[in-house]
Structures are given as structure tokens and as C-alpha cells.
């Protein structure tokens, strides 16, 4: 009886639709990870790049469509296919997670692009500023007191980091901080006084698509100290998704983290042991 209901099952044709929600995600996936490239490393302008990717979304969302049409008929009709719709959904959901995830902070995080520890007198771009200039490409001038508004509200945490140390001090310990990064270093100039400021402009890329954000930092001398300010804007869209605010936080942290280390008290040396007479000694 059970050969009988296998061989009839195995009669049964497969669902053409099934088929075609395979092909669809394996198209999509190969699509993907090609354009991701071609993002990635700038093998096309980026306005026809992004549509590349888009369009690779596009299919995995398709082949999810016609997966569920293969499923509806596969129920009304007991035709075969249910392993190639199954590979499919699989393989269309690795494609749109990491997407998915970017839509809900769209959702969650304010619409800025532009995050700086000091909004009424900003670290400047302008080694930066020429790449910043292209078609598509956002402005190198500040956001404005919108943004700021609106990245107080949500990110309260990012503030300029005041040092204890010299500001040549705190222009070299950031600069290795940059550096240890690898963000490529465009500009460095260290302070000198009585009047410059030290500043750095890099460059850093997000971790999937490697889209530019740029960093400028900013070094003046506060008194025997120092005052450390940041700028993160990415080059592209009007919305980091919290990009450039993390970012920043990872830094002041480390900047902070790097002038406590600086300024412990050295630990104290253990006394050294006293020596004493024992009594009824032999004595010479």
C-alpha cells in the first residue's frame, strides 16, 4: 500500500510555479551578492549600482509571491514541489533579513545624516569637501539646527569629550584611536599653538555595502587641557540609520577611556619588609 501511494505520489507532476520560485531565489541570490559588489567597489556610478540591488530585492520578494501561489495550487491540486518552495522562502529570507532590519530603524531613527558634537560651530570638511560636491552626493555644509535638534532627542550621548591632557596629547592619542580603526586618513594636521586647532578628516565604510561616511575631528586646547569635537555625515542618502551616531559614541568612549588610562595614579610600591633582631642571637 505504501509503494502504491509512492509511485502515485511520484507520478504526480511538479508544480511549474514551485519550479519557478526556485529559479527566482537563485537568481535573486546570485543578483544580490553581485550588485553588493558592484556597490561595494564602485564598478558602476551609484545611482545605476543601488538599482542593481534593488532590483535584486525585487526578484527575492517576487519568487516569495509566486512560492505562495505554488502552494496554494500544490494544495488544490496534489502536484509535487513543496522541497523547491520550502528552498526558496529559505533562501528569499536570508536576501531581505539584513534589509528588513535596515527598514525598521528607517522607521525608528530620526531622518538625519549628520552627526557632530558641536552643532552651533561644527568641525569644517575640506580635504572632504570636494568629494562631497558629485551628483547625488549630500552637502559638506552642516545640516542645520533641525538635525541638531532632533540628534539631541535621540542620541544625547554624543558631546564633546573634554581632556585633562595637552591638546597635542589628545590630537596624538585620537589619531591612534583613527587610525587603529583603518579609516583611510585623508588629512591630519596637530595642533600648534597659539591659535590652530588640530584636525583629522577620514573616511570610514559601513560594513555590508561599504558606503562612505565622513569623519572630521577637531583638537583645541581648553586651558592646560583639551576639547576634542566629531563629525560623522555619510556621503550618501538622508537617512544613516544611526550609522554615524554609533560611531561617534564608539569614539568618545575610547577617547575617554584612553585619558583615564593616562591619568591613574601610579599603583603604590609594596614597603619593603623590616627586619628584625631575634632575640638570645649569638653575639660576636
Request: charged share 25%; glycine share 6%; aromatic share 8%.
Amino acid at each position: 500500500m505504501a509503494r502504491r501511494f509512492a509511485r502515485a505520489y511520484q507520478s504526480e507532476p511538479i508544480s511549474p510555479l514551485a519550479a519557478w520560485a526556485r529559479r527566482l531565489a537563485v537568481f535573486a541570490l546570485v543578483a544580490t551578492l553581485v550588485s553588493v559588489a558592484i556597490v561595494r567597489f564602485g564598478f558602476l556610478e551609484f545611482k545605476p549600482a543601488m538599482a542593481t540591488l534593488f532590483g535584486a530585492l525585487s526578484a527575492a520578494g517576487l519568487s516569495i509571491l509566486v512560492a505562495l501561489l505554488a502552494f496554494v495550487a500544490i494544495w488544490r491540486n496534489g502536484s509535487r514541489g513543496m522541497g523547491r518552495i520550502f528552498l526558496a522562502l529559505v533562501l528569499d529570507a536570508l536576501i531581505l533579513a539584513y534589509p528588513a532590519y535596515l527598514a525598521y530603524k528607517y522607521k525608528t531613527l530620526p531622518p538625519i545624516s549628520d552627526i557632530t558634537t558641536d552643532p552651533i560651530n561644527p568641525p569644517r570638511y575640506e580635504a572632504l569637501a570636494r568629494l562631497r560636491s558629485g551628483d547625488g552626493t549630500n552637502p559638506a555644509a552642516y545640516a542645520g539646527l533641525y538635525s541638531a535638534e532632533l540628534q539631541h532627542t535621540a542620541y544625547p550621548n554624543i558631546e564633546p569629550v573634554v581632556l585633562d591632557m595637552p591638546a597635542a596629547r589628545a590630537y596624538e592619542t585620537t589619531l591612534n584611536l583613527v587610525k587603529r580603526r583603518k579609516w583611510r586618513i585623508v588629512d591630519e594636521r596637530p595642533p600648534q599653538p597659539p591659535r590652530r586647532d588640530g584636525k583629522i578628516e577620514a573616511v570610514a565604510y559601513t560594513p555590508v555595502m561599504g558606503f562612505s561616511e565622513d569623519i572630521v575631528v577637531r583638537v583645541t586646547a581648553d586651558g592646560e587641557g583639551s576639547r576634542v569635537d566629531l563629525r560623522s555625515a555619510s556621503r550618501y542618502f538622508a537617512h544613516d540609520l544611526g550609522s554615524n551616531a554609533s560611531r561617534l559614541a564608539k569614539l568618545i568612549d575610547d577617547i575617554n577611556e584612553a585619558d583615564d588610562d593616562l591619568n591613574k595614579p601610579a599603583p603604590k610600591q609594596p614597603a619593603a619588609p623590616k627586619l628584625h633582631q631575634v632575640k638570645g642571637a649569638a653575639k660576636r
